[in-house]
C-alpha cells in the first residue's frame, strides 16, 4: 500500500484535498459577498443563452472562462456559496500537475518541496473560500506547464495542442493574458529569424495561435457587441483610471464608483480618506457616469491617458507600488495596515529575493535551462509586466506562483548538480 502511494502523486497528495474541503467547509463565509455575485450572474446568463446584456448596457467585466465552468453546477441549482467546493478540487490537482511536471527534470525530494510549498501557499489558502477565478486559474496554470513539460521529455506534438487549448482557457479566464499573448507571440517571431533558438521559438509561437484560436469565438462575439476589434472586456479602463491617479497618497489601487457608499472608509474608519476620494474623483466620476458599458470603459480611458500624459512620474510609481501589492499586498491609497499584512510580506519576501537569486542562477547557467523553464518565464514575465500596468494585487501573483517555483527548484537542481560535479566527495 505504501508503494502504491509513493507512485501515485493522486493519493500521495489526497490529504491536501480533505484538508482543502475541511477548511472552506470551516471558513467560508455564510452568503456571497464580493465579486462572487458577478461571477455566478454570469454563468446564469450563459444558462439563458447569452452573455452580456446588449447595448448600451454592455457588461463583459471578465472573461467567460470560468462561468463556462460554473455554468453546470448552477444549472443543478446548487447553492452559490457551495461553489467554492470545486476550489478544493482545482488547488488539489494543480498540487499533483506541479509535482508531476517538476518530477519530470527534478529528484524527487525537490519535487516534493515544491509542491508541499504550492499545496500550503497561504494566499490561495484563503482565495479557496471565494467563488473566485484564482483557484482555478492556477489549476490551468499547472495544466500548462505539464503539457509543456510533457512535450519536452516526449517529443509529441500532440501536448503542444494541449498547451495551447490550456492557454487559450486561461486567456478567457484572465483577459490580460489577451495582451500576453500577441506580445509572446511576436517575440517568438523574432527569435526564429534573429536567433539560433529556432525550434523553441517555433513551438512557442505554436502554442499561441493555437490559444487565438481558442479565444476567437469570444472576440468575434465582442465584435458584433462593440463593434470593436480585439476587445477584451470593458473593466480596463476603470482600473487604469485608478491606476493613472495624480494624487499624492493614492498608489493606483482601484476603488468604487460610488464613493459615496463605499466599504472601503467603513472597513478601515479612514473618514478622511472618504472625504479625499471624493474631493480627487467625484467630477471624474459624475462625469463618466453619464454613460454606461463600451461607452464608459471608453470615457474613463480617456480620462486616464490624459492623467498619464500629463504626470508621467506618479503613473511610474504608481506602476512601482502595484509591483510591491503584487508582492506585499501593500501600499494602498488611504488604509490602515492589519495583521494579515504580515504573512503577505513574509511570502512575497522570500519570492522576490528567491527570484532575484534565481534569475542572477539562471543567467549563469542559461545553456541549462530547458525549454519548459524558458517559456515559464517568458509567460510569467510579460504577464506580470502587463500586470502591473493596471491597478494590481497579490492573486495576480498568486496564480503563476507554480510557474515560479518550477522555475526555482530546477534552478536549485542546477545548483546541487553543479557543485557534484566540482565536489564529487561532497
Not at 461571477?39 to 444558462?47: C, D, M, S, V
Not at 471565494?130 to 492556477?138: I, P
Amino acid at each position: 500500500m505504501l508503494n502504491k502511494v509513493s507512485r501515485s502523486p493522486y493519493l500521495l497528495f489526497l490529504p491536501f484535498l480533505c484538508f482543502y474541503f475541511y477548511y472552506i467547509h470551516k471558513y467560508r463565509y455564510p452568503q456571497l459577498y464580493g465579486d462572487e455575485p458577478r461571477y455566478i450572474g454570469f454563468a446564469q446568463n450563459l444558462l439563458h443563452g447569452f452573455y452580456s446584456p446588449p447595448a448600451p448596457g454592455i457588461n463583459l467585466w471578465n472573461g467567460p472562462g470560468y462561468p463556462i465552468i460554473l455554468a453546470p453546477f448552477i444549472a443543478l441549482h446548487i447553492p452559490g456559496i457551495y461553489l467554492c467546493f470545486l476550489n478544493a478540487v482545482f488547488m488539489y490537482v494543480s498540487v499533483v500537475f506541479l509535482y508531476q511536471a517538476c518530477r519530470l527534470f527534478i529528484r524527487k525530494n525537490i519535487a516534493l518541496t515544491a509542491a508541499l510549498l504550492w499545496a500550503l501557499y497561504p494566499n490561495m489558502l484563503h482565495i479557496c473560500l471565494s467563488v473566485y477565478s484564482e483557484a482555478f486559474t492556477a489549476f490551468l496554470v499547472t495544466g500548462l506547464l505539464f503539457a509543456v513539460a510533457l512535450f519536452y521529455t516526449r517529443r509529441h506534438k500532440k501536448y503542444l495542442l494541449i498547451a495551447g487549448l490550456i492557454l487559450g482557457f486561461i486567456t478567457l479566464t484572465k483577459i490580460v493574458f489577451g495582451y500576453v499573448l500577441p506580445v509572446c507571440l511576436l517575440m517568438s517571431l523574432v527569435a526564429m529569424v534573429f536567433t539560433k533558438w529556432r525550434n523553441n521559438a517555433q513551438n512557442t509561437a505554436l502554442i499561441m495561435l493555437i490559444a487565438f484560436m481558442v479565444t476567437a469565438p469570444y472576440l468575434f462575439y465582442t465584435y458584433k457587441l462593440t463593434h470593436k476589434v480585439y476587445y477584451w472586456g470593458n473593466s480596463g479602463g476603470m482600473s487604469l483610471y485608478w491606476m493613472s491617479t495624480p494624487f499624492d497618497n493614492e498608489y493606483g489601487d482601484w476603488k468604487e464608483e460610488n464613493l459615496h457608499n463605499s466599504t472601503f472608509p467603513l472597513m478601515y474608519g479612514t473618514r478622511e480618506g472618504d472625504s479625499l476620494l471624493r474631493k480627487n474623483h467625484q467630477q471624474d466620476i459624475n462625469l463618466v457616469s453619464k454613460y454606461a458599458g463600451v461607452q464608459r470603459d471608453s470615457a474613463y480611458k480617456a480620462i486616464a491617458i490624459q492623467n498619464i500624459r500629463q504626470h508621467p512620474k506618479k503613473y511610474i510609481r504608481n506602476y512601482y507600488c502595484n509591483l510591491a501589492r503584487m508582492l506585499f499586498d501593500f501600499p494602498y491609497s488611504y488604509y490602515y495596515h492589519n495583521d494579515p499584512e504580515i504573512t503577505n510580506i513574509l511570502t512575497g519576501s522570500l519570492l522576490l529575493w528567491a527570484s532575484v537569486i534565481g534569475l542572477v542562477v539562471s543567467l549563469v547557467n542559461y545553456r541549462q535551462l530547458v525549454y519548459p523553464v524558458k517559456f515559464c518565464l517568458l509567460v510569467t514575465g510579460i504577464y506580470l509586466l502587463l500586470s502591473g500596468l493596471l491597478s494590481a494585487y497579490p492573486r495576480q501573483l498568486d496564480v503563476v506562483a507554480p510557474l515560479l517555483l518550477f522555475w526555482l527548484v530546477f534552478v536549485a537542481e542546477i545548483v546541487l548538480v553543479n557543485r557534484r560535479k566540482r565536489h564529487p566527495m561532497v
